[in-house]
């Protein structure tokens, strides 16, 4: 079964700086999609950013990009110039391709402070 | 459309009593997810939906639990006789065909038994 481990529990930045959340996974499959979501205090989970794994090209949405590295099984999610709206629970999901293997398997979550 | 709504925000009930939670997704998607998250952790899969059929649920789904899409549209997950250790917050999510694009969450329900 697949895995997903989010080592960093919490982790904060000072606004307007970069700051990297990490995340790893455990597959055996070659082609599948990972996911970032923000969940802010409000509760609903919000896609941020998605990566197909037999795209190479890292995925970029504005302020926020991946570094995907398959070999290494690693996802980790960049996020510049922090804004005090980027203060929220991660989670990053991944999810394969197969048919009738439809869920999306979170990690654990690392909380996001932003520092004024 | 407004995204995937979800019924109520808040429950609390005694433990052994039964409580259903409604989810209305977004109309143009087919797909509807049920997960359940406890505090301080990812979202937990339970059971989806293609349209009307319920195709796929997770162990974590005992038998007290129950989930119907009734004509493919909203769908309702029930808990019968609540136990403490199903206190959580309950996700409802939709996606159009596989989800390859992502989902989209509600805001879920908050259930606590005491």
């Known amino acids: 079964a697949q895995t997903v481990t989010q080592s960093q529990p919490e982790m904060s930045v000072q606004e307007a700086e970069t700051v990297t959340l990490s995340c790893t996974y455990d597959t055996s499959e070659s082609d599948y999609y990972l996911f970032w979501y923000k969940q802010p205090p409000s509760r609903q989970m919000i896609l941020v950013i998605r990566?197909?794994?037999?795209?190479?090209q890292n995925a970029t949405e504005n302020r926020f990009s991946v570094n995907f590295q398959k070999a290494a099984k690693s996802f980790s999610l960049k996020i510049s110039d922090s804004q005090l709206g980027d203060a929220a629970m991660y989670f990053c999901?991944?999810?394969?391709?197969?048919?009738?293997?439809?869920?999306?398997?979170f990690g654990q979550g690392t909380r996001l402070t932003i520092n004024p | 459309d407004t995204g995937v709504s979800q019924d109520p925000r808040h429950k609390i009930t005694k433990r052994g009593q039964n409580v259903t939670f409604r989810c209305d997704p977004i109309s143009e998607h087919n797909r509807l997810y049920w997960y359940r998250q406890t505090l301080g952790q990812g979202p937990e899969f339970l059971t989806y939906?293609?349209?009307?059929?319920?195709?796929?649920k997770s162990r974590l789904l005992s038998d007290r639990f129950s989930a119907e899409r009734p004509k493919g549209s909203f769908s309702t997950l029930e808990i019968q006789r609540t136990e403490q250790g199903d206190s959580a917050m309950y996700l409802c999510?939709?996606?159009?065909?596989?989800?390859?694009?992502?989902?989209?969450f509600g805001s879920g329900t908050r259930l606590t038994v005491v």
């Open positions: 990566q197909e794994a037999y795209k190479q």
């Open positions: 999510a939709s996606s159009f065909d596989r989800g390859a694009h992502g989902y989209t």
């Open positions: 999901a991944y999810r394969s391709p197969e048919w009738g293997a439809q869920k999306l398997v």
């Open positions: 939906f293609q349209n009307e059929a319920q195709l796929e």
